[in-house]
Nanobody, 119 residues
């Protein structure tokens, strides 16, 4: 089993930056693909970004590319999401997820951390 714990969310003003973190425990996940998703009130959960074990990153280009950066520290079993130039529409509950690279399904999910951007 894998446990994912997010942290670093909060309330910021538009234009600010924030970095959220996700620490994985329970087993070694260095080979797993890690990802960030978000869900705003009344909306479906949407993909934000992911990163493979080798460091290849993918982004939801429509909404965050150019502003958000995903990274991982294998030595700490931690994945980060650096969010710059935040907008009120980035307000959501952000979830960390992990999956085996050969699968399409995200097997493990954290409880999430709230990010609120005020205008």
């Amino acid at each position: 089993q894998v446990q994912l714990v997010e942290s670093g969310g909060g309330l910021v003003q538009a234009g600010a930056s924030l970095r959220i973190s996700c620490v994985a425990s329970g087993r070694t996940i260095s080979s797993y693909t890690m990802g960030w998703f978000r869900q705003a009130p009344g909306k479906e959960r949407e993909f934000v970004a992911s990163i493979t074990w080798s460091g290849i990153s993918t982004y939801n280009t429509d909404s965050v590319k150019g502003r958000f950066t995903i990274s991982r520290d294998k030595t700490k079993n931690t994945v980060y999401l650096q969010m710059n130039s935040l907008k009120p529409e980035d307000t959501a509950h952000y979830y960390c997820a992990a999956k085996r690279p050969e699968l399409r399904t995200w097997n493990y999910w954290g409880q999430g951390t709230q990010v609120t951007v005020s205008s």
